[in-house]
């Protein structure tokens, strides 16, 4: 399946040489030998590096909400507050915060209730501008969730044109209609909903936006149990999951249309095993900027140890 997509690993490593860095995340950072091998086969030795990263908390980011605020009153604000603020480069909007002591929560302050800022990973802003909503377009979040990309997109199209965020959990549509709330974001219509059923409903639209639910394994840094948890039955059953979600999304674009095609994974089957189903049947991958590269890529992945933030797959896809 995919052929022209899938490689055993961006970084070769010979069978013995696996076989000691297998070792040495079970022995030393407390991953099951089969998210070890997992790791090792995408990174080679730089698994250990990722490792390592993973062990420490990563750093805060926030992104600025344009529809309320500006970046240098939000900047001025919260620096006032006892926060700095440093620009993320390869973002439109997004900001590094590292905390003096004894500063309030991000998600605790006035500008935070008031929805100048969203507490957001960079990947996840990084999905978003890689779609590129436009002003007027009908645009699909097919697993919203509690929103953070759903309110970037609906910033980055100016509430101007359809936003339809589709979330199938009661206790995330909540916090989906809080945050859209809280943003300002006034073109959202949310639909609670199982996405695998959108095409039930008919509607067609210009880009649509795919983060899928997955095994997670590249957020072991917050949630270390995962080293342990993960297993090959989860990543198969998430892997069902995603390709259902991403034909449903198919489906709904239009010829020409953008999807992107978003997980919080290190695994290959949960990102380029997955959109390579759309190539095999025809579909383009449009390259993607790199960050902090001037290359582009038919995908992004971002890792802990490169760029400080969690696992990550993002890739582009224009129906033909």
Known sequence: MCGSLYVDSDNPISALDKEQVVARLVESYGYSPFFAEKLVGV???????????????????????TLKTTHRELVQRLGGKGFQLSRIPWLRNGYWVQAEPDTPPLGATHEYLFGYYFVQSPPSMYAVEALDPRPGETVLDLAAGAGGKATYISQLMENR??????????????????????MGCTNTVILQMDGRSLPSLGMVFDRVLLDAPCTSSGVVSRHPALKLRVSAKDVAEQQNLQVALLEAAYRALKVGGVLVYSTCSYF??????????????????????????????????????????????VCRVTKN
Do not use: C, Q
């Open 43 to 65: 990174l080679g030795e730089e698994a250990l590096s990722a490792a390592e990263a993973s062990e420490k908390p990563l750093r805060k980011a926030i992104r600025v909400n």
């Open 161 to 182: 044109g359809v936003l339809v965020a589709v979330e199938p959990k009661r206790g995330k549509v909540a916090a989906l209609r809080s945050n859209v709330s809280r």
């Open 268 to 313: 290959r089957e949960e990102g380029e095993e997955v959109v390579g189903r759309l190539v095999d049947r025809g579909a383009s991958l449009t390259p993607l900027g790199s960050p902090g590269e001037t290359v582009s890529k038919k995908w992004v992945r971002f890792y802990p140890h490169m760029h400080g933030t969690e696992g990550f797959f």
